[in-house]
């Protein structure tokens, strides 16, 4: 065995060999270094699974790629459906690069094809649960969008539901008491041209950080719009944000729809909106699952978790 296959053998197990126990539970095989050889003992059809993944994450590490876990629990799910080889071509698409030379690119399908709406439609809706990268990958597509000159500005904005707490106790004018809701789009924004050029960007108001409720009366031409927390507008807010939009400009509207803090009984915008305009072809809708989740792996169980106990509470 080369020196590089022994290296790449030890990248694959990963610390205390967690990675390759996570194959095995996985895929319900037995995984053994012998030599130069690597055994996979199990029922065929799970050996057969367990070597594709292998494969595949070894020509990743080649690659230098990064393999954790997240990653390899992907490989796998992909592997079920055949698709393992698709990994690759999700790997070749660079997103963005941070202002730190970070690349940025999409982990999963589900990624990729919400990638891909922004870029065919003027109108994209994505609904999925947290860690699933929707507001990070608008925000980099935005941010791509300005330095291309696609459009002139950028529009960040969500509604400030006081999910449990009262915005007349915070303290400051509205813009501060408003911060804290808005502080997750600064920090990705923080992330993709560092905290000097935004400062730059926002005094020249290409940048512009805002709560919903100044959105009205509005026309937004040549800009890149991201509406998020969406499922905290009301139908009203919805349908007034939707009418905003301008020539030349993007807009996209991120959700979760099972975490809406609108009071008891109030239907959320974005539900609604999702139902009236499912058959305007051209407005791209993204769905999202826990398969997408690439935040640490046990945010996706808690996701699952909550899923299969409101599906078991509904029936």
Do not use: W
Not at 103 to 123: F, P, W
Not at 173 to 198: E, H, N
Request: include cysteine; glycine fraction near 6%.
């Amino acid at each position: 065995m080369s020196a590089d296959t022994m290296e790449t053998y030890m990248t694959l197990f990963g610390m205390n060999d967690q990675n390759v126990a996570l194959i095995e539970q996985e895929c319900s095989v037995t995984i053994a270094l012998r030599g130069s050889e690597l055994l996979i003992s199990g029922q065929e059809a799970d050996a057969a699974l367990a070597e594709s993944v292998i494969l595949k994450l070894m020509e990743m590490i080649d690659r230098n790629e990064l393999v954790d876990r997240s990653r390899i629990r992907y490989a796998i799910a992909l592997a079920r459906e055949g698709k393992v080889d698709m990994i690759d071509e999700i790997l070749r698409s660079v997103v963005a690069i941070t202002h730190r030379g970070k690349q940025i690119k999409c982990k999963t399908l589900g990624q990729q094809e919400y990638v891909q709406a922004i870029r065919d439609h003027d109108l994209t809706f994505a609904v999925g649960p947290a860690g699933t990268g929707k507001t990070y990958l608008a925000m980099a597509l935005a941010v791509v969008a300005l330095k291309n000159k696609e459009v002139e500005r950028i529009v960040l904005t969500r509604p400030a539901v006081e999910a449990g707490e009262k915005l007349g106790f915070l303290p400051g004018d509205l813009t501060q008491k408003v911060d804290p809701y808005l502080r997750p789009l600064y920090d990705a924004l923080y992330d993709f041209m560092g905290v000097d050029s935004y400062q730059k960007l926002l005094e020249r108001g290409t940048v512009e950080v805002a709560p919903l409720a100044y959105m009205r009366g509005r026309t937004l031409s040549d800009s890149f719009i991201i509406l998020d927390e969406a499922q905290n507008t009301t139908s009203e807010q919805m349908k007034m944000f939707l009418t905003r939009l301008g020539f030349h400009s993007k807009v996209v509207v991120t959700g979760d729809v099972t975490q809406t803090d609108l009071p008891a009984g109030k239907k959320s915008g974005l539900t609604e909106a999702l139902e009236i305009l499912k058959d305007i072809p051209e407005i791209g809708m993204v769905h999202l699952t826990a398969k997408d989740v690439v935040r640490h792996e046990l945010v996706q169980k808690i996701v699952e978790a909550y899923d299969a106990f409101y599906g078991t509470e509904q029936k």
